[in-house]
């Protein structure tokens, strides 16, 4: 059995949402991230699974995780 690079994109966890303090990011592969503004602005980008957010306004954010195969995954994100 292999594991499709669409099945990998499938596990991966991002919580809470929406959050007031810090995003955890779960993933079975290393990932980079990416933290978009509603412009298109990339205000983070880095490879830890726990990213501050509390510096940021309320509204809603793009995250953007993109794997060593360059695969990418987006999620919508709620600042409180």
Same mark, same amino acid.
């Given at each position: 059995?292999?594991?499709?690079?669409?099945?990998?994109?499938?596990?991966?966890?991002?919580?809470?949402?929406?959050?007031?303090?810090? =995003?955890? $990011?779960?993933?079975?592969?290393?990932? #980079?991230?990416?933290?978009?503004?509603?412009?298109?602005? !990339?205000? +983070?980008? *880095?490879?830890?699974?726990? =990213?501050? $957010?509390?510096?940021?306004?309320?509204? #809603?954010?793009?995250?953007?995780?993109?794997?060593?195969? !360059?695969? +990418?995954? *987006?999620?919508?994100?709620?600042?409180?």
């Amino acid at each position: 059995l292999t594991i499709s690079d669409n099945d990998l994109l499938d596990n991966i966890r991002v919580f809470p949402n929406p959050t007031m303090d810090y =995003i955890n $990011i779960m993933t079975p592969d290393t990932y #980079n991230a990416e933290i978009f503004n509603a412009t298109g602005q !990339k205000l +983070i980008s *880095t490879n830890k699974n726990k =990213i501050d $957010i509390r510096f940021f306004s309320n509204g #809603n954010y793009f995250l953007k995780l993109k794997d060593s195969k !360059k695969n +990418i995954k *987006t999620f919508t994100i709620i600042k409180k």
